[in-house]
């Protein structure tokens, strides 16, 4: 294990004793939590302070429009919230105590779609996409509220090529771990949808994909809540909080 060196006196009486002080480089993986177009950080707040007590530091945010600027949802773009997404990533790498080499990020829905497209901008090692969304390229500056619903409904439902949506051509060139979960009866999210993310992974480190039984677009139940938050902090422990075991086992 790698660690710090810092030469000290002691002293006793009028002798003094040279000592070296050790101490273990404590930089700890990052977890950003994206939640989805409607929602706010409350739902990703409790599961934040699990994952935080298995030794990471994370980080919940309200996206532009949403949360206390919820007035302000009617005129948000995709490319405001983008960037409200890479303010708050740089915000956690910058926090001392993170490794900026051991980032994940967890989206759900829309914050699933943003978080894809982060991949490309920013260095992610983990990506855990709860019902990711997706939406045309085309329109990318309309406010999202007043993108065509029954139009995207059909492409949703469509096999979408990852080279032809920026989305899913970040998923394609994405090389870390990816974790992937879908609603059994989503009324927003269907299967076909899915499957593109899944098959637009084409380079990842490893792939996890799991359904939760019964459960909808929204977790509405408790036990859907309880499933998915049993799913998300055994990635986690597996795939972050094992990696660190392994770089230190490594040091």
């Not at 206390?68 to 790498?93: K, M, P, S, V, W």
């Not at 979960?181 to 899915?194: G, L, R």
């Not at 994909?209 to 459960?215: G, N, Q, V, Y």
Request: hydrophobic share 40%; proline share 4%; net charge negative.
């Amino acid at each position: 294990m790698n660690s710090n060196d810092e030469n000290i006196d002691i002293d006793v009486g009028p002798q003094h004793l040279q000592g070296n002080f050790l101490s273990p480089i404590t930089h700890v993986p990052g977890v950003l939590f994206v939640h989805g177009w409607g929602g706010s950080q409350q739902r990703d707040l409790k599961r934040a302070r699990g994952i935080a007590g298995l030794g990471c530091v994370c980080l919940t945010f309200d996206l532009r429009g949403h949360g206390a600027g919820e007035a302000q949802q009617a005129r948000i773009t995709r490319e405001d919230n983008l960037n409200d997404l890479l303010a708050a990533y740089d915000r956690l790498a910058a926090h001392p105590r993170i490794d900026p080499s051991a980032i994940a990020v967890v989206g759900t829905s829309y914050g699933g779609y943003l978080a894809s497209i982060l991949t490309e901008l920013r260095a992610v090692r983990w990506l855990a996409l709860r019902v990711p969304a997706i939406y045309r390229d085309e329109d990318w500056s309309l406010p999202k509220r007043d993108l065509p619903r029954d139009d995207l409904m059909i492409y949703r439902a469509s096999h979408i090529p990852a080279a032809s949506n920026r989305a899913l051509k970040a998923c394609a060139a994405f090389t870390g771990d990816v974790l992937l979960v879908q609603s059994e009866h989503d009324d927003f999210i269907p299967h076909a949808t899915i499957m593109s993310y899944r098959a637009a992974f084409q380079h990842t480190h490893s792939l996890t994909h799991r359904i939760i039984d019964r459960a909808d677009h929204a977790l509405s139940s408790e036990q859907s809540q309880d499933d998915y938050t049993q799913i998300l902090v055994r990635w986690i422990t597996e795939m972050v909080v094992g990696e660190r075991a392994g770089r230190l086992v490594r040091g």
